[in-house]
């Protein structure tokens, strides 16, 4: 018998709220040791899918199975959850607050403490350990949340924006927690808007909107697949507008082009040498970001919602 | 049962340190104190001062020395009041008595002083006339005449007996005074959970301590802790009134003749407990409802007036404290604690009835448990939103 490498399989979770349509036959698995990346637009459903893995709301139809099972109060100690509504007990000390949250996650007061005195040292926060969380500046609340989420050491974590309100310094100390974690062979799974932090860490995404699922995969995989529409270009002339591409910025003296659906890069080249106005002096295929994937099908979606509306 | 007890305990802590909370709880007793001890101060005062009198009666004995427990008043007598304002004026005497000629035709005397004489000086200007009045009587008699119609009533059917005066008092206001005491728990404690609840959600901390432990746990160490608070409380209010009223009493009572039926705080406790418990589920139920505080202050007030539901029927109570209504009212789990103690205090209360409020306090309870935590999954992530009726429904419905 093998054991598992899914920490999360969920099925075909669907959830209706009176009359809005939240989350519809979605389904997706996240593995044990990868960051999994959860992306979307504003109401796309994202919230509602993590509050129905984490058994805070039912969901009217699919299954769920978390960590092996489902949810039970025991596997509930082996989540680590920062919401995406943050908020602690505001007239409590910090120190106070980590040694009441980590005891709700089962660990012994002893043990909370030991692991609030480490992870507070990490996060540069053991001077603010006696403040009450009302005096704690905006970036130190947020260290002071993720560290009550994960202090425990869950197998599964789930992080809604983690590196809202953090500079780029205490971003890197958030984000080398989160790898040393992965590397534990905890499952992460993050849902943010920060597409450059979700190319850097993920190792597969999920992009629902509308409730459903429009991207899910290995994130390499996605960009290979969206890769082929982008082509930069160095050349002498004025462009404006081309036969089959999208889109045209200009950017450094050059441009980049993105290629309507169907339309191949040698196409285009063929296109660009054949204008006469023109002298294409570089031509190169260009890896799409993220940023952009996110745009062109949750962007098209808009469009076509738009143009049958 | 770890994480309610640790929900409580937080809740507990938290709640105690702040300032509005030590103010209310530790002002009030000490005002008490202030007010019962003013009458003990003043009746113990120490030694008594000599004091003279005018007989204008012409008819008192003379008497210069009055002994009564543990002191003795020293009087002199003088022929006018000329004279005795004289040595009042020169510090020989703390103050003077003028009977005046027509005292036996039924006009007062005076006793002149700087202030008014304390309970003890009282005491024993009373000794005094008794004793110039009637200086051949032997002492029983006197002490007789003080107290002289002193009954003891007797229950023919238990043969209890109980002493007139302030034992009668205490034994029928016993429970009047434990039923005001449920109303109080009740208005101060249980009607707060509503807004600790909604404090709760609008600290956004509900998202993160949800998935650490169930909503039942949730709701059950809430109402476990703030009703921690409110035994604090109130046990803080209690001693400081039992030390008022102790300070108050002792002066003029014998507190050992004191005695309270067992019955009473028996059942004092076994409706009163359950019934402060739903309250502060209900009221944590309308929290969870509840938009914003002011929201659920008032949807707590609603349910406190529906405690007091007994003071509005009074009137009809009163006269048919068996009847129908009463009754009704007792086996109604949000007034059953409170009428039931009143009808303690009035008459005698078929035990069956008192078991079956009991009964039926304990099924609400355990029911509005489980209904507030369905509510409570469905709406704690609503900030500053209300719980719309058909939300509620499907709440109901679905968990």
């Not at chain 1, 499952?187 to 699922?213: F, K, N, P, W, Y």
Request: aromatic share 8%.
């Amino acid at each position: 018998m093998t054991r598992s490498t899914h920490a999360l399989e969920v099925r075909d979770i669907s959830k209706t709220y009176t009359t809005v349509r939240a989350v519809e036959r979605l389904s997706f698995e996240v593995h044990k040791g990868e960051i999994f990346g959860l992306l979307g637009p504003n109401g796309a459903g994202k919230t509602t899918s993590i509050r129905m893995i984490l058994d805070i709301i039912k969901p009217d139809a699919g299954q769920i199975s978390v960590l092996g099972g489902t949810m039970t109060e025991a596997t509930k100690s082996r989540i680590g959850y920062l919401p995406e509504e943050r908020g602690l007990y505001e007239d409590m000390t910090l120190l106070d607050t980590l040694l009441f949250l980590g005891q709700l996650k089962d660990l012994t007061r002893q043990t909370a403490r030991a692991r609030a005195e480490t992870y507070l040292h990490e996060v540069e926060l053991w001077d603010a350990r006696d403040l009450k969380i009302k005096a704690l500046s905006r970036g130190m609340n947020q260290k002071a949340q993720f560290v009550a989420a994960t202090m425990h050491e869950p197998d599964l974590i789930i992080v809604d924006e983690p590196f809202s309100g953090l500079d780029p310094v205490n971003t890197r100390i958030i984000k080398n927690l989160l790898y040393r974690m992965c590397d534990r062979g905890a499952a992460i799974m993050m849902s943010t808007h920060q597409m450059h932090q979700v190319e850097e860490m993920c190792q597969r995404i999920l992009l629902i909107d509308h409730g459903s699922r429009v991207l899910y995969g290995p994130l390499d995989e996605i960009r290979w697949q969206f890769a082929s529409n982008a082509v930069e270009v160095d050349l002498r002339g004025e462009l404006d507008q081309v036969p089959g591409v999208e889109r045209l910025v200009s950017r450094n003296g050059g441009y980049r082009l993105l290629l309507q659906d169907g339309v191949q890069p040698e196409q285009l080249l063929k296109t660009l040498v054949n204008m006469p106005e023109i002298t294409v002096e570089r031509f190169e295929r260009v890896e799409t970001s993220l940023d952009e994937i996110f745009v062109r099908v949750v962007g098209r979606k808009v469009t076509n919602e738009e143009g049958t509306a | 049962m770890r994480k309610i007890w640790l929900i409580a305990t937080t809740t507990y802590r938290r709640r105690i340190r702040s300032g509005t909370f030590l103010f209310l709880t530790f002002g009030l007793p000490v005002l008490m104190v202030i007010a019962g001890a003013i009458p003990f101060i003043r009746a113990w005062g120490g030694d008594l001062p000599a004091v003279g009198y005018v007989d204008q009666t012409g008819r008192l004995a003379p008497v210069t020395q009055v002994p009564i427990e543990d002191a003795t008043l020293t009087l002199s007598a003088y022929a006018d009041t000329g004279a005795a304002q004289t040595a009042f004026q020169r510090g020989e005497i703390a103050g003077y008595l003028v009977i005046p000629d027509d005292y036996f035709q039924g006009q007062p005397a005076a006793f002149y002083a700087e202030e008014e004489p304390g309970g003890k000086l009282e005491e024993a200007l009373t000794a005094f006339m008794r004793r110039a009045m009637l200086p051949d009587e032997p002492a029983w008699t006197l002490d007789r005449l003080a107290n002289p119609s002193e009954v003891t009533y007797v229950a023919r059917d238990s043969g209890e007996e109980i002493a007139e005066g302030p034992a009668v008092a205490v034994r029928f206001a016993t429970p009047l005074v434990l039923a005001l005491v449920f109303a109080i728990a009740v208005l101060t404690g249980a009607s707060q959970m509503g807004s600790a609840i909604v404090r709760e959600k609008d600290q956004r901390s509900m998202e993160m301590i949800i998935t650490s432990l169930a909503p039942r746990e949730l709701v059950a160490g809430k109402v476990l802790g703030m009703t921690l608070l409110s035994l604090t409380q109130l046990g803080v209010w209690a001693v400081g009134g039992g030390i008022a009223i102790g300070l108050a009493l002792s002066s003029a009572v014998d507190v050992q003749t004191l005695s309270i039926p067992w019955e009473t705080p028996m059942w004092a406790l076994l409706l009163g407990v359950p019934g402060y418990f739903l309250y502060a589920v209900l009221a944590s139920g309308l929290g969870v409802m509840a938009g914003d505080s002011q929201q659920a202050q008032q949807l707590a007030g609603i349910l406190g007036l529906l405690g007091l539901a007994p003071l509005w029927f009074m009137g009809l109570l009163i006269n048919a404290l068996n009847g129908p209504l009463a009754v009704g009212l007792t086996m109604f789990p949000l007034t059953g604690p409170m009428i039931g103690l009143v009808r303690m205090a009035l008459v005698e209360v078929p035990t069956w009835q008192l078991i079956t409020s009991l009964a039926i306090l304990v099924a609400s309870l355990i029911g509005s448990i489980w209904l507030v935590a369905r509510i409570f999954r469905a709406a704690m992530l609503m900030y500053g939103q209300a719980l719309r009726p058909q939300q509620l429904l499907q709440a109901l419905l679905e968990a």
